[in-house]
Each structure stands twice: as C-alpha cells, then as structure tokens.
C-alpha cells in the first residue's frame, strides 16, 4: 500500500457516509437496491435504475475488471502529487457499477494494460478521516 | 399525436438569419469575455440586417447569465434562455429557440457565446464539483483529456480502432483549416506528425486534442415570414434534437457509444424528414479526435466502429464526397472551451455559399451535432437553405 498526496475528496453528501466510514475499516461499500437488486455509484438517496427510494449497503467483493484507461502524461490537478505517468482508470465492478481510480503497481505502459483485464481494489489511507479505494492487476488463483 | 408529429409541425417555421464571430478569435489578452459576447452580438444583427434593439429573445450557456448579457447589451428581452449542459447548448438552443419563435413568446432570438477560454479575461469560474471532488478529483481526473480518453481506450478495446485512424481525424480538418484565413493553425499535418506530438494522457498526444482560444460567435433567428426580409438568404432550421444522460462517464452506460448524442440525432432526422444518405455537409463538435467518429456512430451513419472510415481516402476533405468541419473544426480553427456555436456559424454560412476557398460546392443539407461534457448532453441541427 503507498501512501499518496493528493486533494480530499470534497464536499461530502451525507447520503454518501456509509461508503466513506466503509473505507475507513478498508470495505468497500455500495448502495443496493431492495426492489430491483441492482448496486449503484455514486451513492445516491433513490435507485437511477427503477427510481425506488427503498436501499440497503452491501459491502462489495473488491473484485471488477478495468473498463477503461488513460495513461496521464501531463498533470492537470496539481495537487495530485503522484509522479506522471500513472494510470487513470474505469474499474466495472463486480457487482455492476463503475468507479473512476488509478491502477496501481502495473508500468504505465499501454502494451501492458488491456480493458478488461481482471482487477482488485487497494485501500490507502490519506488521513484519519479518509481511505481511498485503488485497484491493482488482481493475483492469479 | 406522436411526438415526433408535434416537432414536424416546428420544421421550417424559423429560420437562421444572421452569425457572426467575435471581431477576432484567437489568444486575446486584451478582450474580457462580455466584450467577445457583444461583438458577436452586434455582428450577428448587422449580418443579418437587423438592429440590436430588435432583439426580444436571448439564449446563452456558460458563466454570463442571460439577464447579465441582456444588461451589458442594453436590451429588454421578453424570453430569456440560460440552458447550460456543456458546449452543445447553443445547438440545443437552436430547438429552444424555434419553439419560442413559433408561439410568439419573442420574435428576434440571438443565441450567444463569449469564452476567453484561453485568456481568462473578466471571467468567474464557478464549478460544481459536488460530486467529481468526492469521487474523481482526488485520483487526478479534473479536465476534459482526463475523461474523453477512457471512452476513446474503451472503443479501441471493443472495435480495434487504432491511434493511426484517430490521428487521420486531426489530419483531415487540419486540409479545411488550411482553406480558413480565421483558423489558428494552416500548416499541413501528417498522421506521423500527429502520433509523434507530445503525448499528453494516452491515447491522445497534443495533436489530437483540440485548440484552447477566446473568440465569440452568435447566431439570430426569426420566423421564417420575417427571414425573408433580412439582408441574407435565410437558412431553415428543418429539424432539431437534444438529450442529456449523464454527467460523470461512469454512468454513460453504453459506453463507448453515446445515448444522448443517438436520440438528439434521431429525433432532428426524424423532424427534419430526411435520412443519413441526404446529407452533403457535417459539422461534429471536435474536441478530441475520437469524438466526431463516435458521434457518426451514435448516430446511425455508421455501424460501430466504422465512424473513422468517413475521414479515410479524403472523403471527409476539400473535394470529398462528405465534407466534414469545413471551417478547420475545434482541432485547428477554434475552440473556446464551449465551441456549438462555431459549428452552427460555418453551417449557415456554407448553406448561403460564403465559405470562398473553403465553400462546399451545391451544398443544400448540412447537419450540426455536438455534444456536452463527455458526450453527456448532444444537441443536433438539421439545416438547410430549401424548405
């Protein structure tokens, strides 16, 4: 685990507590929906998928695949200190809704990354108050 | 009746009847962003023969509020419209506009956009990061290159789409460019020089990303019974579509492809009463390389990931079969940072035939699509210069 510079994430909704507590205890939270099953992301106080107010939390399996990447040669947030270039990254869920991060402890190099390539999230700790989620190639079984 | 009905009622009853751009476009440190509003405004009215104290409808997107252009331009308008949903709402204005012209809610509309996008000149930035600063800030996302890549990285993924054929996107519109004296770059470019540029955030080098400059540009409508008295020949607005889906890429669900950008498409087609094949001239919002394939695709001209095919064997170029960003695009002749109103300013001026070097020869439809944020919003235009 690194430990990594970078802003907080701010501000927060408190529909959103239970997934940043989650972090905290290095889980990965998502809001899920008791009348059509499905999780969501972001956290939001109705399903976006059939609009039903009635949510629960599950703690996700850690476990997605890579959507999507970029590899950031230029840094556009200076206050993200990580050294370019490094990865930004769509993860898709296991349970279904897609997150934006960084994959970590790979080379940023583009013959190395491939979409869909099996991935599991890393917790790192910034401050007391909050843990973020990362992902890394997931170990073969 | 059907909806789709109720908008063809809407076609040819406004028409385009003056654009303009701001009296210069480019790195302008001297010039705040209200003066770029006002210059187009005043550009605007006297192309089209009117005068600024005709206007009673305005419709603008970005920091200035409608009501603040309305004051700085000294005018009262009856129907104001500050739709705001990224760089397309001065298309999708377009659809607002007509609507209000046909039921009398104003009679002179003028859509407008001023961006000291580059200079920052009189600006307030305000940006709602409500949700991006809790979940995608803190990992270095935060500008446009740092989200349009993951669509672009997943296309390559499911279609084999290459760098090579973006890069004959940037290519391409950079030939037009060459043919506008108002655009920032004339010199030719080659795929080479393209894949070899500053690599900024893979896939995308510095080439395939698009200008950042301060300019303005307007448009103004009025009914068509009133078109005919303005000074130019006026342009229809045959068919119009907009749809919004998502802010954050993550929740554009058939991604790489673009829901918002197919509806918007589909119902201005639909409008318009005309087909992919009718068209001899497009304008597609430009902001990356990636983005006016993926629009063709979205929109039914081309099954996925064949869009790049319409910019391949200089179809899309000066003496193609399809012209394609024929003022040099946000690639190479402008982009403010909200660049839909470029699009609709080139639009109107090939269908009237002012384009000198640059003019589309015989061209009579000419559709204008583009997008807002991460293909989040779409708006689309189906112009012409018949009814």
Redesign the interface.
């Given at each position: 685990m690194e430990q990594l510079e970078?802003?907080?994430?701010?501000?927060?909704?408190p529909e959103?507590k239970p997934y940043w507590e989650g972090l905290k205890q290095d889980k990965l939270m998502l809001p899920q929906c008791k009348d059509c099953g499905k999780a969501h992301?972001?956290p939001r106080i109705l399903c976006?998928h059939c609009h039903s107010r009635n949510l629960t939390w599950i703690e996700a399996s850690g476990r997605g695949k890579l959507?999507?990447?970029?590899?950031?040669?230029?840094?556009?947030?200076p206050a993200?200190k990580?050294p370019l270039?490094?990865v930004?990254?769509?993860i898709e869920l296991e349970e279904g809704?897609?997150?934006?991060?960084?994959l970590i402890n790979i080379k940023p190099d583009?013959a190395l990354i491939?979409?869909?390539m099996p991935v599991q999230v890393v917790y790192s700790k910034l401050n007391d108050n909050f843990t973020?989620p990362f992902f890394q190639p997931a170990k073969a079984n | 009746m059907a909806q789709h009905d109720f908008m063809r009622e809407l076609s040819n009853t406004a028409c385009i009847v003056g654009a303009a751009e701001s009296d210069e476009m480019g790195i302008l440190p001297h010039k705040s962003q209200m003066a770029l509003h006002l210059e187009s405004i005043s550009n605007a009215c006297a192309d089209a023969g009117l005068k600024v104290s005709d206007v009673d409808g305005i419709f603008t997107a970005g920091a200035h509020s409608p009501a603040l252009i309305a004051e700085a331009l000294g005018v009262t308008p009856r129907y104001v419209d500050g739709t705001s949903v990224g760089g397309c709402s001065f298309i999708i204005m377009v659809e607002h506009a007509i609507a209000a012209l046909h039921h009398h809610l104003c009679d002179v509309a003028v859509i407008t956009h001023g961006e000291s996008g580059r200079s920052q000149v009189g600006v307030t930035r305000v940006r709602d990061t409500s949700i991006a600063g809790c979940y995608e800030i803190p990992y270095g996302f935060g500008a446009p290159p740092t989200w349009f890549g993951l669509i672009t990285t997943r296309h390559m993924h499911e279609y084999g789409t290459t760098l090579e054929q973006w890069a004959q996107v940037a290519v391409s519109t950079r030939q037009w460019a060459a043919l506008n004296p108002k655009a920032m770059y004339h010199d030719p470019l080659t795929i080479d020089q393209v894949l070899k540029a500053k690599m900024i955030a893979y896939p995308f080098t510095v080439l395939n990303i698009c200008l950042v400059t301060d300019a303005g540009g307007a448009i103004v409508l009025t009914r068509a019974d009133r078109a005919r008295d303005c000074a130019k020949k006026p342009v229809y607005v045959r068919g119009t579509g907009e749809a919004t889906e998502h802010v954050s890429v993550t929740q554009m669900h058939g991604l790489p492809l673009s829901k918002a950008t197919r509806m918007s498409g589909e119902r201005a087609m639909k409008m318009a009463g005309v087909s992919h094949g009718d068209f001899d001239h497009l304008m597609l919002y430009d902001a990356f390389t990636s983005g006016p394939p993926i629009m063709l695709e979205s929109m039914g001209f081309a099954k996925p990931g064949e869009g790049v095919s319409f910019f391949e064997n200089g179809k899309s170029t000066p003496g193609g079969s399809l012209p394609i960003n024929t003022n040099g695009g946000g690639l190479s002749y402008t982009h403010t940072g909200m660049y839909g109103m470029f699009p609709l300013i080139e639009a109107t001026r090939q269908l009237r035939g002012e384009c000198g070097a640059r003019q589309v020869p015989n061209v009579k439809l000419s559709l204008v699509n583009g997008m807002g944020g991460m293909l989040s919003a779409a708006g689309t235009a189906v112009l012409s210069n018949e009814k």
């Amino acid at each position: 685990m690194e430990q990594l510079e970078r802003p907080l994430p701010a501000p927060l909704a408190p529909e959103a507590k239970p997934y940043w507590e989650g972090l905290k205890q290095d889980k990965l939270m998502l809001p899920q929906c008791k009348d059509c099953g499905k999780a969501h992301f972001y956290p939001r106080i109705l399903c976006p998928h059939c609009h039903s107010r009635n949510l629960t939390w599950i703690e996700a399996s850690g476990r997605g695949k890579l959507y999507a990447f970029e590899i950031l040669h230029r840094s556009f947030n200076p206050a993200v200190k990580t050294p370019l270039p490094y990865v930004l990254a769509m993860i898709e869920l296991e349970e279904g809704p897609r997150m934006l991060s960084n994959l970590i402890n790979i080379k940023p190099d583009p013959a190395l990354i491939r979409c869909d390539m099996p991935v599991q999230v890393v917790y790192s700790k910034l401050n007391d108050n909050f843990t973020l989620p990362f992902f890394q190639p997931a170990k073969a079984n | 009746m059907a909806q789709h009905d109720f908008m063809r009622e809407l076609s040819n009853t406004a028409c385009i009847v003056g654009a303009a751009e701001s009296d210069e476009m480019g790195i302008l440190p001297h010039k705040s962003q209200m003066a770029l509003h006002l210059e187009s405004i005043s550009n605007a009215c006297a192309d089209a023969g009117l005068k600024v104290s005709d206007v009673d409808g305005i419709f603008t997107a970005g920091a200035h509020s409608p009501a603040l252009i309305a004051e700085a331009l000294g005018v009262t308008p009856r129907y104001v419209d500050g739709t705001s949903v990224g760089g397309c709402s001065f298309i999708i204005m377009v659809e607002h506009a007509i609507a209000a012209l046909h039921h009398h809610l104003c009679d002179v509309a003028v859509i407008t956009h001023g961006e000291s996008g580059r200079s920052q000149v009189g600006v307030t930035r305000v940006r709602d990061t409500s949700i991006a600063g809790c979940y995608e800030i803190p990992y270095g996302f935060g500008a446009p290159p740092t989200w349009f890549g993951l669509i672009t990285t997943r296309h390559m993924h499911e279609y084999g789409t290459t760098l090579e054929q973006w890069a004959q996107v940037a290519v391409s519109t950079r030939q037009w460019a060459a043919l506008n004296p108002k655009a920032m770059y004339h010199d030719p470019l080659t795929i080479d020089q393209v894949l070899k540029a500053k690599m900024i955030a893979y896939p995308f080098t510095v080439l395939n990303i698009c200008l950042v400059t301060d300019a303005g540009g307007a448009i103004v409508l009025t009914r068509a019974d009133r078109a005919r008295d303005c000074a130019k020949k006026p342009v229809y607005v045959r068919g119009t579509g907009e749809a919004t889906e998502h802010v954050s890429v993550t929740q554009m669900h058939g991604l790489p492809l673009s829901k918002a950008t197919r509806m918007s498409g589909e119902r201005a087609m639909k409008m318009a009463g005309v087909s992919h094949g009718d068209f001899d001239h497009l304008m597609l919002y430009d902001a990356f390389t990636s983005g006016p394939p993926i629009m063709l695709e979205s929109m039914g001209f081309a099954k996925p990931g064949e869009g790049v095919s319409f910019f391949e064997n200089g179809k899309s170029t000066p003496g193609g079969s399809l012209p394609i960003n024929t003022n040099g695009g946000g690639l190479s002749y402008t982009h403010t940072g909200m660049y839909g109103m470029f699009p609709l300013i080139e639009a109107t001026r090939q269908l009237r035939g002012e384009c000198g070097a640059r003019q589309v020869p015989n061209v009579k439809l000419s559709l204008v699509n583009g997008m807002g944020g991460m293909l989040s919003a779409a708006g689309t235009a189906v112009l012409s210069n018949e009814k």
